[in-house]
């Protein structure tokens, strides 16, 4: 399956009360790269991230959001999304997102990332939108994005194909640990040994389900 980038999006400093960092700055507002950008395993250079604790780092070093999906937010809210909006650094055209595999592996540009974990919506996501309920919503809908991490540095740009080059055999998907971690419990003996799974997920899957780690 081969789908494309719409734009790549770097975050700008945001100074406000909805920040959850402690210095009360945010990177959630991404705005569009004029040019290629460059991936490093640690993440998109040139973007900032505020709120480290939860942001950032090796299994969470890019964020795609689905230009599709955007557009269903846009008409549910009755107001223009551009990319960024989400918060995403790789804003995608026809790739499915949702139901990316965990493990599953994109050629992008000149590098490799690999599918790894859904985006959980938080108090600074609402906050930015101005949408109080924004995670309920964001929940319910159950189409959250997915976290790369990447396995060959390289440089990408807005029209680049995002071609999926390996999708794991065990068939779970972005869509389905999400809804497993949040609203549908039942779906989460499906995650326990889902291979490429980060292991903070797999210790919470652990924890919910009362499960020893081997």
């Not at 640690?42 to 505020?50: H, L, N, Q, R």
């Amino acid at each position: 399956m081969t789908g494309r980038l719409a734009a790549v999006n770097l975050g700008v400093v945001t100074d406000a009360e909805w920040a959850g960092d402690p210095s009360g700055r945010s990177g959630i507002d991404k705005r569009p790269a004029d040019g290629p950008v460059s991936i490093r395993f640690a993440g998109v250079a040139g973007d900032f991230i505020g709120e480290r604790a939860h942001h950032g780092g090796p299994d969470q070093a890019v964020y795609a959001y689905s230009e599709e999906d955007a557009g269903w937010w846009a008409a549910e809210l009755g107001r223009a999304l551009r990319p960024g909006a989400f918060g995403e650094n790789l804003t995608t055209y026809a790739v499915d997102v949702t139901g990316a595999v965990i493990g599953e592996r994109w050629a992008v540009g000149s590098t490799l990332l690999e599918v790894t974990k859904p985006r959980t919506p938080c108090a600074t996501f609402a906050g930015f939108w101005g949408v109080p309920d924004l995670i309920k919503r964001f929940t319910v809908r159950a189409a959250p994005g997915a976290y790369l991490r990447v396995l060959r540095e390289g440089e990408v740009g807005a029209g680049d194909p995002v071609e999926v080059v390996e999708r794991p055999a065990h068939g779970v998907t972005i869509g389905q640990v999400f809804r497993a971690t949040t609203l549908e419990p039942e779906l989460l003996p499906a995650l326990l040994d889902v291979p490429g799974l980060p292991e903070p997920v797999r210790k919470k899957v652990r924890r919910r389900l009362g499960v020893t780690a081997a």
